[in-house]
């Protein structure tokens, strides 16, 4: 995944995101998908950065690779 390939998917899930918090239904399954789009969310936004980051000191960006949910989970903001 290339940084264009990143950031049109965190759109699309900025997107959708956008969508169901604006939604009058706020059901268990509604809530489950929210909180998958922000764990989701979390990953690109890493993988962004990694890639970024290996950039910027001249590494290969193509060797970042997404982290595992709990592992970007627990970053701090």
């Known amino acids: ?35 998958k789009l922000e764990a989701d969310l979390d990953q690109c936004w890493d993988l962004l950065r990694q890639r970024r980051a290996k950039r910027q000191y001249g590494e ?3 060797e970042a690779q997404a982290r595992p949910e709990p592992q970007v989970e627990s970053y701090l903001q």
């Open 60 to 62: 290969d960006p193509d």
């Open 1 to 35: 995944m290339d940084e264009n390939d990143i950031l049109s998917r965190i759109h699309t899930l900025v997107d959708e995101e956008h969508k169901l918090r604006d939604s009058s239904e706020h059901t268990d399954e509604t809530r489950a998908r929210m909180s």
